[in-house]
C-alpha cells in the first residue's frame, strides 16, 4: 500500500541523485522494508510497457466483428473459417518463445518496437488480403507480435517494479488486455454501424477490412512510446551496465537501490544456468509442479473463453439477433469483462488464488451449463446448408444473462488468477522456464478451442457448450485436488 505524505506523488530530480525538500514531500513511501519510490514514473513506465496488452487484446478480439463478412467474401467453410480465426495463435507461441531469447540478446525496448512493427503490418497486410491463404499469413505475423508482447511486457514491468507495488503495476498488464479486447468490439461496433454491416462498402472498402485498419493507430504509437522509456534494469545488469541500471531503478526508486541491484544480479545468474532438464526431478520424470501449471494453462482456454471473444458476434446472428444487437451485447460483454478484472484484483490478495478460481469454476460450470441447455433445447431451422438453432424470447434472454455471467466468473477468477498463480507457483530455478512452457501450453489449448468451434457448432451449439461445461467441472477438481495456495508465500519458499 503506497501513502503519499501529502496526498499526491512528484518527480524526481532528471538522474535521480538528489531530491528538493518539496521533492520528498511529494514521494510515494513504499510498505517494502521503508522503501521509498515515485507512484507516478512507476506507473508511467509501467503503463507504456502494458500498451503491449492492449495490442494483445486488440489484435486477438478485432476479427471478431470481421468474420461474417470475411467468411462470406472468401467463401470459406467452417474449418477454414476456424483455421483463420486461431491460425494467429500459431504465430504467438513463436513470438513467445523467440521473444524471450531476443530480449537477452537486444534488450526488452528494442523487443516491443519489433512488437509494434509485427502489429502494424499485420493490421494493414489483414485489412488489404484477397483470400483466407494471404490472411492466415498475415494473421500469424500478428500473432507473433501477440506472442511477444505477452511475454516482453509482464516481464519489463517486473524489472522496473518496487517490490511493494509490483503486483498492482503488474495487474496493468492484464487490465491492458481486456481493455484492448473492449475497444477492438467498440471499433468493430462503431464501423459495422457507420457502414450498415460489417460487410457493406466503407470509404472506398467494405467496413471489416477498416477493422484491421484501425489497429495501426495504437501499433504504431506503442512503438513510438516504448522509445520514450529506459531499458530494462534486468537487462543492463546482464550486460554489466550497473551504473545505467542503478540510474534506472533511481528514476522510481528513492531507497533501496543497492539491494535491488543484488537481488537482479542472483536472479540474472540463476536464470543463466535454467534450462529445460531442471523441469525433472531426481527420478528423471517431469516435476508435478510444471504439470500443474499446464493443467491450470489448459483449463483456462478449455472452458472457452475465447470462443465468446473471436466468435460472439457470428454467434448470436446465428440464433436469430441482428448484426447491430449481436456487436452491441459483444461490447457489453466486454465492458464486464474489464469490471470483474478489478474485482479480481480487489480479492485476489485477501481470500486467496485456491478460493477464487474455485469459486469461478463453479460459477463458470452453472453458466455454461445453462447456455448448454438453451442451444440443445431450441427449435432448430434450416439456413441454406446447415440446421441452426432458433432462440424463442425468453430462451434469448436466459442465453445472453447466462454468457455473461460466464464472462463474470471467468473474468474474477481464472482470468488474471492463472497468470499470477504461474509468476508464484515456480521456484526460483525454475520459474522462467517453467512458466515458458505453461504459456506455450496455454497457446497451443487456445489455438485447439478456436480451432475446432466452427466444426462443434456445426454439430450443435448444445454440444460445444456441454463440452466447455465438463472442462469447467473438470476445473473445479482440478484445483481442489493439486492447486497449491501461494497467497502470503515469500517466492523464495515455493518449492
Known amino acids: 500500500m503506497c501513502h503519499c505524505r501529502t496526498g499526491r506523488c ?74 483463420v480465426v486461431s491460425s494467429a495463435l500459431l504465430g504467438c507461441m513463436v ?45 500469424v505475423v500478428g500473432g507473433m507480435g501477440v506472442g511477444a508482447a505477452s511475454v516482453i511486457a509482464p516481464a519489463y514491468i517486473a524489472e522496473i517494479s518496487p517490490a511493494s507495488i509490483r503486483g498492482r503495476l503488474g495487474s496493468l498488464q492484464q487490465m491492458a488486455i481486456v481493455v484492448g479486447i473492449f475497444v477492438a468490439l467498440l471499433s468493430d461496433y462503431f464501423l459495422a454501424s457507420v457502414a450498415g454491416g460489417s460487410g457493406e462498402a466503407l470509404w472506398g472498402s467494405v467496413a471489416w477490412r477498416w477493422m484491421f485498419w484501425a489497429e495501426v493507430v495504437p501499433a504504431v504509437a506503442y512503438g513510438v512510446l516504448a522509445l520514450t522509456i529506459p531499458e530494462s534494469p534486468r537487462y543492463l545488469v546482464s550486460l554489466g551496465r550497473v551504473d545505467e541500471a542503478r540510474e534506472v531503478l533511481g528514476r522510481v526508486m528513492l531507497r533501496g537501490i543497492p539491494e535491488r541491484i543484488k537481488e537482479i544480479r542472483r536472479t540474472v545468474r540463476q536464470e543463466a544456468r535454467a534450462s529445460l532438464s531442471d523441469l525433472r526431478g531426481s527420478a528423471g520424470k517431469v516435476l508435478p509442479i510444471v504439470w500443474i501449471g499446464i493443467g491450470l494453462s489448459v483449463f483456462q482456454q478449455f472452458v472457452g473463453i475465447n470462443v465468446i471473444f473471436y466468435y460472439s458476434s457470428t ?93 463474470v466468473f471467468f473474468g474474477m477468477s481464472w482470468g488474471p488468477g492463472v497468470w499470477v498463480l504461474l509468476g508464484e ?61 501461494t497467497k502470503g508465500r515469500e517466492l523464495e519458499d515455493m518449492e
Open 10 to 83: 512528484g518527480n524526481r530530480s532528471a538522474r535521480g541523485t538528489t531530491m528538493s525538500t518539496s521533492e520528498t514531500s511529494t514521494t510515494a513511501r513504499g510498505g517494502d522494508g521503508g522503501r521509498d519510490y515515485l507512484l507516478g514514473k512507476a506507473v508511467q513506465l509501467a503503463s507504456v510497457a502494458a500498451l503491449g496488452g492492449f495490442l494483445f487484446g486488440f489484435d486477438t478480439a478485432v476479427i471478431n466483428g470481421a468474420v461474417g463478412a470475411m467468411r462470406e467474401e472468401f467463401e470459406m467453410g467452417s474449418v477454414l473459417t476456424g483455421f
Open 95 to 139: 513470438g513467445a518463445y523467440l521473444a524471450g531469447r531476443l530480449a537477452e540478446r537486444v534488450g526488452r525496448i528494442r523487443v516491443m518496437v519489433l512488437a509494434s512493427a509485427l502489429f502494424t503490418v499485420s493490421a494493414i497486410g489483414s485489412g488489404l488480403a484477397f483470400g483466407p491463404w494471404d490472411m492466415i499469413f498475415w494473421r
Open 315 to 407: 454467434l448470436w446472428q446465428a440464433v436469430g439477433f441482428t448484426e447491430d444487437d449481436a456487436l452491441t451485447q459483444t461490447v457489453i460483454t466486454s465492458v464486464t469483462n474489464i469490471a470483474v478484472t478489478v474485482v479480481a484484483i480487489a480479492l485476489i490478495d485477501k481470500i486467496g488464488r485456491r478460493v477464487l478460481l474455485l469459486i469461478g469454476s463453479a460459477g463458470m460450470f452453472a453458466s455454461l451449463g445453462t447456455m448448454a441447455w438453451v442451444f440443445a433445447t431450441a427449435d432448430r431451422v434450416q439456413q441454406g446448408e446447415q440446421m441452426v438453432p432458433v432462440l424463442s424470447d425468453s430462451q434469448g434472454v436466459v442465453a445472453l444473462v447466462a454468457a455473461n455471467a460466464f464472462v
Open 425 to 485: 507457483m515456480f521456484n526460483n530455478r525454475i520459474r522462467a522456464t517453467a512458466l515458458g512452457i505453461a504459456a506455450a501450453a496455454q497457446w497451443l489449448a487456445n489455438f485447439a478451442i478456436s480451432t475446432t468451434f466452427p466444426v462443434m457448432a456445426d454439430l450443435g451449439l448444445g454440444v460445444a457448450y456441454g463440452f466447455y461445461t465438463l472442462c469447467a467441472l473438470l476445473s473445479f477438481f482440478f484445483v481442489l485436488r493439486w492447486v497449491p495456495e
